[in-house]
């Protein structure tokens, strides 16, 4: 596209959380010059806080890739045309897989904050290369909550903090972390109404904590137990919903026998929070009208994170609070993150079988949840003799040696495989360690979307267009999948000629000739995103090619969620409903309301039988039964406890590596208590010495009485290898994942233990 500058406002969204509220920017010589909230946009409405003022430091950071890079034999990297790259990648990765098999081959990632739509192109990618094994960030944060959720009720469920009585947030600061829509407005509303109510659970006095009336501060790692008095303080004082549980769900007896025999004063004392405070907490929760809750990183990366899942959710449920206003709904996605990110029509009977969906690991033998292999295990699936162990390595969008667990660990790996090719904006940690990278449009510079798409009643989604021109000698994610699979011998121009001239004729035309095709060509099925883009995608609108494969998703979504859609506008003939969906979000740039619900929904969501809630998870309530015998554990050379990736104001989204946006405030900061400096003769300010089972890092510190004692935290998003214009590094702050361990990490869903690092301070002089 040309990037001719006006002075008009243009319609896009941000991309430093998963909320991706809308946005109108101004842009100007290629730059985004100024940003404020779309107030059209149908879920964020014009709401944004201060970290969107930073989508320039992405859009033009000096790290960014223009061409195709190849990696030489001393590490450095040349340029390289993108039929070299598109030749070589094409056939070692066709090597690996014919003489090791797809399953060798493992991919990561698939899109980060705000950009999916590469994704859905990445499946086709593959289902060529018949990869079996997958994973990306989710798997460090959701796994556990996924599976607890697909064993109680097998469907995905938010909160209405709009419109609850009572707001409960475990291990979570919303205030920073944002995670429903509207977010501080909405705090503000439920703290200055006297008739509703907020509990936080957090070690930390949170700016979330401040604003509630309730703030159960817990010792770090001990959220179990505090989970359990609560549910043990319903049960036992008889505040549960009886007959709601007699008519929605099963399994209550045990959950029953398990929580009467919790001595809650003893459970008190381990989580470190006041008895009378936590019976108070629970009877409010059980006389609202509406409870809705939300857990976040705080449990999800800590000890026992699948417990906490499992016990968060028995403390709403054992007060009904599902399936009515104000409470915890089943949303409807527009497309599950949890599945394939599979485009074709079910309606297409010819698509060969999806690849086995294995439920380990291929070394270790971790559990595979949501269908993703736990990150903490990733270096230990390569990092071996063993005959199948993964020998290449496609990631995308994505930057695991800075995100996961021991960052020396994962670039071993990384330089361990037979290949690696590595997808993205800029020259991150990751890419300087893969054989080859390919530089990706920005998310200005094409079609963009994501499909956190968490909303009940009204779920909306926005299709982002365009607005800077790419930058040369980038190209869209569609594009290199379609270029890899035509390299591969999958695709040509016979299997698109017939579907080009029917997109001449109309979507109604197309959709009926995709389905007639699709029924005799199994690659057509079989790669409907790059077909979609090869042949849809030409008739698309400017720079629109890339959100051709939401043709296919649109359909889909009309037949797994007729009524919804229909509640929404989009009902009638599946072909026509789908098409209509379509053409919506392609003419609202602001976004478009796809799903409107009714409470009821939420209920038939329940994929169990009878539609009843499950509340007894075997392996869960075991592991209760022993957590007496697992207390947070002080290692004697290491008795502070890190929280590391802290949300804070200074804190951003790793694609913004630029550290020029921070404005105020400093990079890295220790956050300790008044008397843990004072035992160290520290003052504000002052530098410590960190080290870990790990590794070692350096911090200033900030003292405040905020934290627990023994109990620090450090920043997320910080300790980025900044490559400056000049070639010169710069590197701001902590980069967390040199002091955590891969060996720390749940034993069901193998999450990992980043807000319980065991730690070792003392004073430290800067040279």
Partial sequence: MENTETDSWKKTACIICALNCGLEIKTEGGRITKIKGDKAHPISQGYICEKSQRMDFYQNGADRIDSPKRRRPDGSYEDIDWNTAISEIAEKFTDIKNKHGG?????????????????????????????????????????????VQGKMMGAPVHGDFENCEVAVFLGKNPWQSHGFARTRAVLREIQNDPNRAMIVIDPRRTETAEM??????????????????????????????????KEHTTGYAAVEAVMKKIDITHYASVCGVDETLLRSAARRIAIAKSVSMIEDLGVQMNMHSTLNSYLNRLVWLLTGNYAKA???????????????????????????????????????????????????????????????????????????????????????????????????????????????????????????????????????????????????????????HARLLEAMGQLNDGHYRFLRTAARLGHTAFGLAFAWKSMRDKKVARYAPVVLYRTLGLRMPAGLAPAASLWGISQLYVRAQP???????????????????????????SGVIFAVSQYADSWRAVKLPDHKINLEIKELLAELATIDTKLPHHLPDFPYILSSGERRAETSNTSIRNPEWLKKGAFGILRIHPDDAASMGCAEGDWIELRTPRGAAQAPIEITDELQRGHVSLPNGHGLDYHQADGSIVRRGVPLNELTNTTDRDPFAGTPWHKYVPVHLERFTPA
């Fill in 563 to 589: 009524a919804a859609a229909k509640g929404a506008g989009f009902g009638g003939s599946k072909l026509l409903g789908g098409n209509r969906l379509f053409k919506a979000i392609l003419n609202n740039p």
């Fill in 103 to 147: 399953e060798s081959i493992f991919y990561y990632g698939g899109g980060s904050q705000g950009n999916h739509l590469g994704g859905t192109y990445a499946d086709s990618t593959i289902k060529a290369l018949g990869i079996q094994y997958r994973s990306n960030a989710l798997a460090q944060e959701k796994t556990g909550e996924g599976w």
């Fill in 212 to 245: 509630a009336e309730y703030h159960l501060a817990v010792k770090p790692g001990t959220d179990a137990w505090c989970l359990t008095a609560l549910s043990a303080i319903l049960v036992q004082e008889g505040l549960i919903a009886t007959d709601w549980l």
């Fill in 326 to 480: 104000g409470a915890n709904n089943a949303f409807v996605p527009f497309l599950s993150l949890s599945n394939s990110t599979r485009v074709t029509p079910k309606s297409t009977p010819s698509e060969p079988a999806a690849p086995r969906k294995w439920t380990h690991s291929p070394v270790i033998g971790a559990k595979v949840i949501m269908g993703l292999i736990p990150c903490n295990v990733i270096p230990d699936e390569i990092l071996t003799d063993h005959p199948k162990r993964f020998r290449a390595m496609f990631i995308e969008s994505s930057n695991p040696v800075h995100s996961l667990a021991d960052s020396q660990r994962m670039r071993q790996a990384l330089r361990a495989l037979e290949c690696s090719v590595v997808i993205d904006v800029a020259m991150t940690e990751t890419a300087r360690q893969a054989d080859y990278v390919l530089p990706a449009s920005s998310q200005f510079e094409k079609a963009e979307a994501t499909f956190f798409n968490l909303e009940f009643p009204r779920n909306g989604f926005q299709l982002r267009q365009p607005h800077l021109a790419p930058r040369p000698g980038t190209l869209p994610e569609a594009e290199i």
